[in-house]
């Protein structure tokens, strides 16, 4: 039943000012898919156009090869799971759910059944007949998610699903969510501009900024070899630092601090310029030796499993460090030390274009 | 919300499309009509009705007598419903609740009622006339003419403006209030300097209202303005006169009041958009509890307010119950005034209710229709569809009147003298309060409810009808109720359209009024005061609310 959606070159204007010009991308069969990126950035509009919503002013999407554009939402065969949850109040839990069943024509034992069924898969057949007023985010949620999925929908459209829950019962929800959509094997478009939660629930991530795709890539690949600055920035914490490759001897370095050089001997093709560096605050480690770059410990925040530092380095640049805590007090404050640099992790952009240098996992091996 | 893929098929395009059609012909062509009979004279483009009424002082006079009414009219009620508000607002005044209740109902009992109580008291034989020049040898002055018109217009449209700003100071937030107090601005200072300036939208959309409902107000006049005519009134009478009335010449006074309702119209359009800024209160402002002679100046004026407000209006129902001797009033009570009631005019009581009911029926369901394509579709038509719908707020009823009139006098639309005109003016006049109320109940369900119903595969009008519409229901059931009450209340239009078969209950008073059979005239007020106490007693119960906003 679930199909491949591809866009290509897809453009979407509002009121001739465009938002999104000429994206394109494929999300495989069966696949939970996410888009994210900071507010604003399109996420909302390009799954809209997907659920036909919104028109689309140029390129196509198509499911399964067939051309959506024209193609109203009744018959695109999509469920829908709104930030708002959008259940109909008028209607009781077990109304809500056969809703759209009802359209169909199905005989009523089969719709009886399968709402049963799916109020089990989400755990809310106690609520069978209340109506969704009495009901809290969590259920109701549940009920829009049981609502969209019993129609057996070829595509499954998520825009920010858990946004209105409190902390806790976000990851209960996203928990369920992944469960349900495995078990159920439906291709899903998930929006959201959590990280965290982009992480936890997705097969794929596409990192959006200003209606541009900047990276594909499973939830590793996304947070280990970030394409550009701008996703190694947007997902998790990095600390971006310029530093210039040389050559010497014939081996690469990267030029960390007048004491300090890592070698780089899988880059050739780069001889000598001023990089970007990327380095996430836990790819530094405090050097229990005299290697290393010089800095001073500015202040520390204890936080359970890490403590956070940050340091001062020798050229007056600011880095954050975390390491893992040990049993004692942290490091105080005008502590000098030394930091080194795990090389396979970190990751180099060009100068100009903010773009990877390195390919895939290349480096690792 | 827009949906281009969808909107070439879409069923709201073909009611749209419809609606407009049918404002059209039932609208639009009557107003060309209109304004083509006042500027034709002969079949010639001519000026001629226009110089009449401006050359002569018998007529011109009736549009400053109007300017004067709608004028003071309008600056009474504001001086009078401003500190009522006040007061409600931020004093403890003991029994809330039902005074709120009663201005509400004091305001929609309808307004010729007010005049003929009035008339009944302090005209030239009224009781009170009468028990103080036979007491105390005074003369009373006249309250025929401007004064009574006066009087009984400001007192029933004080709580239009009274709703309006009790709606506004419960948008002040407290913080507003006392950070003025801690900079050292009380009592009057703070009313004036700080209060008030943020008032000042509210009391000119409040006072719009006023102004137009005063200068439209055709009934008040005709009964307690004797000699002083005022605008509806020489439409009326010029209309309808007896030597063959002279439509060209009503049509070109109706255009005069149209003209002037549009610009005050659009001058406080123009205001308001510079003036306006949005406000709401996390914490309204509280009541507090006065003491001395704060207290007892702030429940006289409420208290004193709503006893000039109902009590004459109690009185008329007090003359129902009065036994009559042909026209005039005996000693002792009895029941013969409704006897006389239901067996003369009891065929006006079943009008009212069939012609009101129908009117109420379209009214409902084309106020939802237009609610639903300017909130959800809106576009270049629906946009023009809100204009259109919102052109009776400034067409007063006469004038409406006589635009149906003239415009389907003719075949292929011959109406006048059937019921359907009346529908028809009944259903236009109601239409832009009732779409403004819809719409605001469509403003508060979330799209995101009938995309999830098309997503689940719903068809629109199936997701109208099986969602959006029930959702609607309360709010929609709430002003059905207010529309019935001002429809059963209506005078101006239908005055001009009735028939025998077609004579409601407000003709029926009127005539009844005019003929001095004021046993009868009591009678059938009190009952049309009644349904419209229960009617609103089952809008406050339904709704919960203490307020209505029309
Ligand atoms: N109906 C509309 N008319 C005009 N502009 C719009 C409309 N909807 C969205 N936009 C604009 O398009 C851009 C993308 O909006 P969109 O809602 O898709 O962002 P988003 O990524 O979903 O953001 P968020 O995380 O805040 O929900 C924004 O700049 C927004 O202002
Ligand atoms: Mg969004």
Redesign the interface.
């Known amino acids: 039943m679930s199909v491949t959606i591809s866009f290509n070159n897809v453009i979407k204007k509002y009121n001739d000012k465009p938002v999104i010009s000429g994206l394109s991308l494929d999300i495989k069969k069966g696949e939970f898919f996410t888009l994210l990126g900071p507010s604003g950035c399109g996420k909302t509009t390009l799954l809209r156009m997907v659920?036909?919503?919104?028109?689309?002013e140029g390129g196509e999407i198509t499911f399964d090869d067939k051309v959506m554009?024209?193609?109203?939402?009744?018959?695109?065969?999509?469920?829908?799971v709104?930030?708002?949850y959008?259940?109909?109040?008028?209607l009781s839990v077990k109304n809500n759910v056969a809703?759209?069943l009802k359209?169909?024509k199905i005989p009523k034992d089969e719709i009886e059944r399968r709402v049963d069924h799916i109020l089990d898969v989400v755990q809310i057949s106690q609520f069978k007949n209340s109506m969704p007023e009495n009901l809290s985010g969590g259920q109701q949620q549940r009920i829009?998610l049981a609502?969209?999925i019993v129609?057996e929908p070829n595509v499954l459209?998520m825009d920010e699903p858990l946004s209105n829950l409190d902390a806790k019962l976000r990851v209960d929800m996203r928990e369920a969510i992944k469960l349900i959509q495995h078990e159920v094997g439906i291709t899903t478009v998930y929006v959201t501009h959590d990280q965290e939660e982009a992480m936890a629930v997705s097969d794929r991530i596409a990192v959006m900024n200003s209606g541009v795709i900047q990276q594909v890539g499973t939830p590793r690949e996304i947070y280990q070899r970030p394409a550009n600055i701008f996703v190694s920035n947007f997902i998790g914490r990095t600390n971006i630092v310029e530093r210039s490759l040389k050559k010497v001897d014939n081996r690469q370095v990267l030029i960390m601090d007048e004491n300090y050089q890592i070698d780089l001997d899988d880059i050739t093709q780069y001889a000598e310029e001023i990089i970007k560096v990327s380095i996430r605050p836990e790819e530094f480690t405090i050097s229990d030796t005299s290697e290393g770059m010089a800095g001073v410990i500015q202040h520390n925040v204890f936080l359970g499993i890490n403590v956070h530092y940050t340091v001062q380095l020798s050229n007056g640049e600011n880095v954050e460090v975390t390491e893992e805590s040990t049993l004692g007090e942290p490091l105080e404050p005008g502590t000098e030390v030394k930091l080194l640099v795990n090389k396979e992790k970190i990751n180099l952009f060009h100068y100009e274009s903010e773009k990877n240098i390195l390919e895939g996992d290349s480096y690792a091996k | 919300m827009q949906n281009k893929t969808a909107g070439r098929k879409d069923i709201w395009s073909v009611i749209t499309l419809g609606i407009l059609l049918l404002y059209a012909l039932v609208l639009v062509l009557p107003l060309f009509t209109l304004l083509k009979e006042s500027i034709f004279k002969d079949g010639a483009l001519s000026f001629e009705h226009f110089g009449e009424f401006f050359g002569k002082k018998y007529y011109y006079s009736t549009l400053f007598n109007s300017l004067k009414v709608t004028v003071a009219v309008t600056l009474a009620s504001l001086v009078i419903a401003t500190p009522l508000a006040y007061i409600m607002t931020t004093f403890k005044i003991k029994g809330k609740l039902y005074l709120q209740i009663l201005i509400l109902i004091s305001s929609m009992a309808p307004p010729f009622i007010g005049a003929y109580a009035w008339i009944l008291l302090m005209g030239r034989n009224g009781v009170v006339t009468n028990f103080l020049s036979d007491v105390f040898h005074i003369t009373t002055p006249d309250i025929y003419g401007f004064s009574g018109i006066l009087i009984v217009l400001t007192l029933q449209l004080i709580p239009l403006i009274y709703m309006f700003m009790m709606g506004a100071f419960k948008s002040i937030d407290n913080s507003l209030i006392e950070a003025a107090e801690s900079m050292g601005y009380t009592g009057f200072k703070k009313v004036w300097k700080v209060i008030m300036p943020l008032m000042v939208p509210t009391i000119l959309a409040g006072s719009l209202l006023v102004f137009m409902r005063a200068l439209a107000d055709f009934g008040t006049p005709m009964l307690i303005g004797e000699g002083f005519e005022t605008l509806p009134v020489l439409i009326f009478n010029e209309f309808t006169s007896e030597m063959g009335g002279n439509a060209g010449f009503a049509a070109a006074i109706s255009v005069i009041v149209v003209v002037i309702a549009l610009t005050i119209f659009l001058l406080q359009k123009f205001i308001t958009n510079k003036k306006s800024f949005s406000m709401s209160a996390l914490h309204p402002i509280k009541e507090k509890k006065e003491s001395g002679i704060k207290n007892i100046l702030a429940h006289l004026f409420v208290y004193g307010y709503l006893a000039l407000a109902i009590l004459p209006q109690l009185y008329v129902v007090y003359t129902a119950f009065l036994k009559t001797s042909g026209r005039i009033f005996v000693k002792g009570y009895s029941l013969d005034s409704f006897k006389a009631a239901f067996t003369r005019s009891g065929d006006t009581i079943v009008h009212t209710f069939t012609l009101g009911l129908i009117a109420l029926f379209f009214v409902i369901l084309i106020a939802i229709l237009i609610a639903y394509v300017t909130v959800r579709r809106r576009n270049a038509i629906t946009n023009g569809l809100d204009i259109i719908s919102m052109v009776p707020y400034i067409v007063p009823g006469s004038v409406l009147g006589v635009a149906l009139l003239l415009g389907f006098n003719n075949k292929p639309f011959l109406l006048s003298g059937t019921a359907t005109i009346i529908i028809i003016a009944f259903v236009i006049r109601r239409l832009p309060y009732t779409i403004r109320s819809s719409a605001a109940i469509i403003h508060q369900i979330s799209p995101s409810i009938e995309e999830a119903a098309a997503s689940l595969g719903a068809s629109n009008l199936k997701t109208f009808f099986k969602i959006t519409l029930p959702m609607m229901l309360p709010g929609v059931i709430s002003g059905a109720i207010l529309s019935w009450v001002t429809i059963i209340s209506e005078l101006s239009t239908s005055i001009l359209l009735y028939t025998v078969n077609t004579k409601t209950m407000t003709i029926g008073i009127y005539t009844e009024v005019i003929r001095g059979n004021y046993g009868v005239a009591a009678a059938l007020s009190t009952i049309l005061i009644a349904i419209t106490v229960i009617s609103l007693l089952i809008f406050f119960k339904l709704t919960g609310r203490k307020e209505v906003s029309l």
């Open positions: 659920a036909g919503f919104n028109s689309i554009n024209r193609i109203t939402p009744q018959h695109r065969n999509i469920g829908m709104f930030q708002n959008a259940i109909f109040p008028n809703f759209g359209n169909r829009a609502r969209a129609m459209l």
